[in-house]
Each structure stands twice: as structure tokens, then as C-alpha cells.
């Protein structure tokens, strides 16, 4: 069976409208907690806009939920196949994420991603919930957690705490690999995101997405 094809920028915009309302945030507040514009929010809520790795992972941050429930469709039970044409690719300043399946797995989910950093790049991230995997296919890649750093070849894996600032550098053409986001339903970031005390104002502005 075939499974409509929705856009990253449609699953994005429908997901985060609902997360928003859900959590009872206006956008200036999850403005100020994402450090994205208001403006950036209200084209990605209708679907006007261009999700990037970054903003994705800001709102992750910020609404306390895995980067999948931004990204999900879920597809039908039984066989699964995805097709790499017809998965569009999320890009930020150094890697291309392409989404490939969600799995729960009662106190589990996974996220598997096929994950490309490209020649002569970093992409750096301020952290996450869950726990991050990532297994080199093809060409050598530095990962930086926290201070300590790592060097990767083909066939070589890396895990650690994703709540942690990490990035990943190309180190010698693209590196191809496969990155596995791990986390427990419902689990929150602890990452010191600033909650408004009763009786505070949501600020107006925020400056643009990192």
C-alpha cells in the first residue's frame, strides 16, 4: 500500500500548531524559549516556511517533546518500505537529515535517520532529549560532546547523552551515516529552558533562530 507523501514543511507546521496549543504557549513565549522570531514561527505554523535542522531541534528543546513528534507520519503496520526519493531531506548548516522510521517500543522510542555531514562542515547542536547514536558508513567524522571529542571511520559508533552540546565535522569529503535518537515517551530536557513565573509578561520579540 502506498502512504501519502506529506512534506517536511506540512508534518512540521500541523505538529508544532499542535504541540503549541496543547502546552497552552502563545508564540512570543515559545519565541523566548526557542530564541526563534515570532515571525519564523508563524510561517512554520502555516506552513510558509522552511524547517531546518536547527529550528527543528530549537523546538524539540523548547516544547520538551522528541524531534520525531515535529517530523512524524506514521506509516501502517507490516512491511515498511522507505524509499529514498520519496523522503525529503532536512538540511542544516552542515548536515542533511533525511527521517526514515519512528518505533515504539512500549518505554522506548526510536528515531532512525540517514544522516549525511557534508565536506568541510560542522553542524553544531545545544542538545536534545534522548540519547543520540550515530554509525559511519562512508568517510571520517569528529564528534565533539561536552569538551571531549572523537574521531570516526568507517563502521566505527558513537554514543552519548544528546542533552549535551555536540557537533559533527566532515573531516575528509561527506561523511554518510546512520543516526539512530533514542528516548523514553514523554521525556523532558532538562536544560535549564527558562518557564515564566506566574504574573510575568511574554516578551514581544526574540531574536531570529540561532
Known amino acids: ?96 537529515l533525511r527521517p526514515l522510521r519512528r518505533m515504539d517500543f512500549g518505554d522506548l522510542v526510536l528515531e532512525v535517520y540517514d544522516q549525511v555531514v557534508r565536506a568541510d562542515s560542522r553542524q553544531d547542536s545545544l542538545g536534545h532529549v534522548g540519547t543520540e547514536h550515530t554509525i559511519v558508513q562512508t568517510g571520517r567524522l569528529q564528534v565533539r560532546v561536552d569538551g571531549d571529542e572523537v574521531e570516526l571511520g568507517p563502521g566505527d559508533y558513537v554514543g552519548f547523552d544528546a542533552t549535551l552540546p555536540h557537533s559533527y565535522t566532515a573531516l575528509d569529503g561527506d561523511v554518510h551515516s546512520v543516526l539512530l535518537l533514542q528516548y523514553r515517551p514523554h521525556e523532558h530536557a532538562h536544560l535549564g529552558i527558562p518557564h515564566p513565573k506566574p504574573g510575568t509578561t511574554d516578551p514581544e520579540s526574540a531574536p531570529e533562530n540561532e
Open 1 to 96: 500500500m502506498d502512504v501519502p507523501q506529506e512534506s517536511v514543511r506540512d508534518m512540521v507546521a500541523a505538529n508544532l500548531r499542535r504541540a503549541r496549543t496543547q502546552r497552552g504557549l502563545s508564540i512570543s513565549e515559545l519565541s523566548r524559549r526557542s530564541k526563534i522570531g515570532k515571525a519564523t514561527l508563524s510561517q512554520l505554523e502555516s506552513g510558509t516556511g522552511n524547517p531546518t535542522i536547527e529550528t527543528v531541534f530549537s523546538l524539540s528543546r523548547a516544547l520538551e517533546m522528541p524531534v520525531s513528534d515535529l517530523l512524524e507520519t506514521r506509516a501502517p503496520g507490516g512491511l515498511t518500505v522507505v524509499r529514498a526519493k520519496e523522503v525529503e531531506v532536512l538540511s542544516g548548516a552542515g548536515v542533511d
